[in-house]
């Protein structure tokens, strides 16, 4: 797919004459097993009148329209963006991401549809600085990109890699994905009765290999891990908190929030 008009073509979208529309690749982030991957989508956004439609091509294979009428007039800054953003409402078919957690937005959301930058109306507020248990209390900061050169972070919570909004300490090279800061530290997992502990250190001992309760695959002792010790049951974190459901980044936020510096 190479250009807009082509994908419009493709699934029926009409371009009209003095209809503006622009075209740009892009990454979603895609979480399952408890591992976080990208994978290539490509968007057609096209304005019609008071219209907006949106196509997202994932991997050539998920095809999504919407329409939209445009924000009403409200704006604010963000840091992080160099255009004023606009309110939305964003429905649970929109498929669209908040670029500071990487989860879903279903609700209010801040925007500039011209960048494909959408965040959750809570994240706007998330801190700028954290202090978090897993690391002997140094002050994490609140950056919208890496500076490494690849590009991309590894999380030393859930082990996947990154290239959005993340805390991060400079001198340690030490990095965590905005929704993995904030998962909470105790979780009930609906299969398992007793509560579930977040374990910054791998809590077993053995040098056998490590199997997640939930997906069956294995866990790296290097990362965190969800843990009851009375039952040994183990999870990934993304596996015991499913941050893909619709009141997790209330928990997220609320954990954020809780680890604010004063
Ligand atoms: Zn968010
Ligand atoms: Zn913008
Ligand atoms: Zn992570
Ligand atoms: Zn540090
Ligand atoms: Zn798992």
């Known amino acids: ?13 009409e371009i ?28 057609l956004t096209t304005k019609h009148k008071n219209t907006i439609t949106k196509v997202i091509l994932l991997d050539r294979r998920v095809e999504k329209v919407r329409h939209n009428t445009r924000p009403v007039k409200n704006e604010i800054a963000h840091f992080s963006h160099r255009h004023a953003l606009h309110r939305y409402k964003m429905l649970e078919e929109d498929q669209v991401q908040c670029d500071i957690c990487e989860t879903d937005i279903v609700g209010k959301a801040w925007g500039c549809q011209d960048c ?60 965590l994905h905005v ?3 904030g998962t909470p530290y105790i979780v009930y997992y609906e299969k398992h009765k007793k509560p579930l502990t977040l374990c ?20 790296s002792k290097n990362g965190w891990a969800y843990y009851n010790k009375d039952s040994h049951f183990i999870a990934h974190i993304y596996c015991a908190f499913d941050n893909e459901e619709k009141d997790s980044i209330l928990v997220i936020q609320d954990r954020l929030q809780s680890l604010q510096m004063k």
């Open 179 to 181: 929704a993995c800061a």
């Open 16 to 43: 009209q004459k003095g209809d503006r529309y622009s075209f740009h690749r892009t990454r979603r982030v895609r979480r399952s097993k408890g591992e976080s991957s990208y994978e290539e989508a490509a968007v």
């Open 1 to 13: 797919m190479s250009s807009g008009k082509e994908l419009a073509e493709r699934v029926g979208v």
């Open 200 to 219: 910054y250190d791998f809590p077993i001992e053995t040098s056998r290999t490590v199997y997640c309760k939930v997906c069956d695959s294995k866990i």
């Open 116 to 175: 494909e930058f959408f965040i959750h109306k809570s994240c706007k507020d998330v801190p700028r600085e954290i202090k978090h248990k897993s690391h002997r209390g140094e002050t994490l900061t609140l950056r919208s990109s890496t500076r490494y050169e690849s590009g991309e972070f590894r999380c030393n919570a859930c082990l996947g890699l990154g290239e959005g909004f993340h805390y991060h300490c400079c001198p340690c090279k030490f990095d």
